[in-house]
């Protein structure tokens, strides 16, 4: 049994993790490995990382590839893993390598903030490509609500 959205039970083996990026700068795992004096793991990060760890994510056999955008803090452009425009964007070829995208605001006591318009920008590129998209969370007027509307409906979509 588990509290996070996305899935119904979870195995974790070890606690904490190492800070690779600044979307670690406030982590949750963090705050647990000074409480269980435990450390490793590498925590995905939505920002300029992304180039680096996405490759190395589909030389990886896997039934299903997902990327977590959490915590989403700036815009970021999937789309070159998701699929290529031809015609000035009349046509599409979708790549179908990346199965699933996660994406969620940071929820810790110092939460930086995220724009709605990045959650929409991840959105409408899975959208064109097929891919599921979970918006796991986000803040709306100051909270952080889970499984939040974006544009009239809640995205809690899962691969097949």
């Not at 979307?23 to 004096?37: D, F």
């Not at 896997?62 to 452009?77: G, H, N, Q, Y």
Request: with cysteine; net charge negative; hydrophobic share 35%.
């Amino acid at each position: 049994m588990t509290n996070i959205e996305w899935c119904d039970e979870t195995w974790n083996p070890v606690t904490g993790c190492d800070k690779i990026s600044p979307g670690c700068k406030h982590c949750y795992a963090e705050r647990m490995a000074k409480r269980l004096a435990g450390r490793c793991g590498y925590p995905a990060a939505p920002d300029q990382f992304a180039d680096e760890r996405i490759p190395i994510l589909l030389q990886t056999p896997a039934t299903i590839r997902f990327v977590s955008c959490e915590p989403l803090l700036e815009k970021i452009d999937l789309k070159k893993y998701l699929y290529e425009e031809f015609d000035g964007g009349g046509a599409i070829r979708i790549y179908g390598d990346i199965h699933w995208v996660i994406a969620g605001c940071e929820s810790g006591p110092k939460r930086r903030p995220a724009e709605v318009e990045w959650f929409r920008s991840l959105r409408d590129q899975c959208v064109i490509a097929k891919v599921p998209f979970f918006l796991k969370q986000m803040e709306i007027d100051g909270q952080v609500v889970k499984m939040p509307e974006l544009d009239g409906k809640v995205w809690g979509e899962y691969p097949k």
